[in-house]
Antibody, heavy 118, light 107 residues
Framework: QVQLVESGGGLVKPGGSLRLSCAAS????????MSWIRQAPGKGPEWVSY????????NYADSVKGRFTISRDNAKNSLYLQMNSLRVEDTAVYYC???????????WGQGTLVTVSS | DIQMTQSPSSLSASVGDRVTITCRAT??????LNWYQQKPGKAPKLLIY???TLQSGVPSRFSGSGSGTEFTLTISGLQPEDFATYYC?????????FGRGTKLEIK
């Protein structure tokens, strides 16, 4: 069955960096676009970024553009999110999600919590 | 950016009721509209995509309709497991914004 497992979250000070990972299994990872979606405490989800199958194209929400970088390693069935210059408002649970069709997220991981606080 | 507005923000209903949630987009998105269900402490779950197509495994009491700027999610015959928060999301143009959610509570 499809499984997505995020890791790498934690507590970081404003201005710091974190790298999130998502390990995928149960499907042909290299055939799917992948996304990161986050959810701040008590808020609705917010789409963050997506990457195409061969990494040729990426797209970002304006709120993270220039600070976050999405990448993937198809040989390792893994998705990554490098987060730099973190801000308090980046505090959220970060989910990786498989993208199908027109940007539908049909499978989600369990999420990893990122807390940005001094 | 395309903004999504859901109404109501909360809703109380009883088991067996029929409920409808509305989602409006600030510009036309054809049928590129998804609905998700989220329970506390869990990731959102895709219910409906392309406005009206039921995701595999989702009970037929869930249905979606609409196109352009106005969409609805209907649950016919509420079950206890349906009490959750529901989000719409447009998948027409990045950024793929979500609505603020509708919390469905037991009356």
């Amino acid at each position: 069955q499809v499984q997505l497992v995020e890791s790498g979250g934690g507590l970081v000070k404003p201005g710091g960096s974190l790298r999130l990972s998502c390990a995928a299994s149960g499907f042909m990872f290299s055939d799917y676009y992948m996304s990161w979606i986050r959810q701040a405490p008590g808020k609705g989800p917010e789409w963050v970024s997506y990457i195409t199958t061969n990494s040729a194209y990426t797209n970002y929400a304006d709120s993270v553009k220039g600070r976050f970088t999405i990448s993937r390693d198809n040989a390792k069935n893994s998705l990554y999110l490098q987060m730099n210059s973190l801000r308090v408002e980046d505090t959220a649970v970060y989910y990786c999600a498989r993208r199908v069709g027109a940007a539908n997220a049909d499978y989600w991981g369990q999420g990893t919590l990122v807390t940005v606080s001094s | 950016d395309i903004q999504m507005t859901q109404s109501p923000s909360s809703l109380s209903a009883s088991v067996g009721d029929r409920v409808t949630i509305t989602c409006r987009a600030t510009q036309g998105i054809d049928i590129y509209l998804n609905w998700y269900q989220q329970k506390p402490g869990k990731a959102p779950k895709l219910l409906i995509y392309a406005a009206s197509t039921l995701q595999s495994g989702v009970p037929s009491r869930f249905s979606g309709s609409g196109s352009g700027t106005e969409f609805t999610l209907t649950i016919s015959g509420l079950q206890p497991e349906d009490f959750a928060t529901y989000y719409c999301q447009q998948s027409d143009t990045a950024p793929y914004n979500f609505g603020r959610g509708t919390k469905l509570e037991i009356k």
